[in-house]
């Protein structure tokens, strides 16, 4: 499996309303980054504060100059749907996700092996 390379086509896909916010994004935000909290909705990201519409691409999504790369403004306090992103094999191959490479569609239990422990950190303990 291959190292992410900032492609940016799960954002792109999923950024605008294709995500949600746990309880936690959502108090962080309120206390910590009114910024991001502005555009939310009852609940629901992400919403434009000036119109109150729901916002067709992700508002936090940037691409790098010259390259064809991309990076999230808020990467340390992005919500958790992007935060375990990207979770099984299945979603990653349907995605055309870069990371995927030949060896890991020959053998997809040990890809999906490889990817838990590369997102191990990224994860909420199973063991509390
Ligand atoms: S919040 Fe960041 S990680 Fe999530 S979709 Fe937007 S740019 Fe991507
Ligand atoms: S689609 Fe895969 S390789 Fe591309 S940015 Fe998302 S996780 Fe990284």
């Known amino acids: 499996m291959r ?5 940016g ?3 792109i896909h999923y950024g605008g309303n294709g995500l949600s916010a746990s309880d936690e994004d959502l108090n962080w935000w309120e206390n910590n980054r009114p910024d991001i ?12 504060p000036a119109t109150s519409a729901p916002m067709e691409t992700c508002p936090w999504l940037r691409k ?15 919500p958790e749907d992007c935060r375990l992103y ?8 349907r ?13 997809i ?10 997102m191990s950190d990224s994860r909420p303990s199973s063991t509390g």
């Open 95 to 107: 995605d055309e996700c870069e990371m995927i490479e030949p060896a890991d569609m020959r053998n």
């Open 109 to 118: 239990r040990k890809a999906q092996q490889q990817l838990d422990i590369i």
């Open 86 to 93: 990207p979770s099984s094999i299945d979603e990653m191959i």
């Open 3 to 7: 190292d992410c390379n900032q492609c």
């Open 9 to 11: 086509k799960c954002c």
């Open 37 to 48: 909290f502005k555009l939310v909705k009852n609940k629901q990201i992400w919403f434009d």
């Open 64 to 78: 790098l100059p010259n390259q064809a790369k991309y990076t999230c403004e808020i990467y340390f306090d992005r």
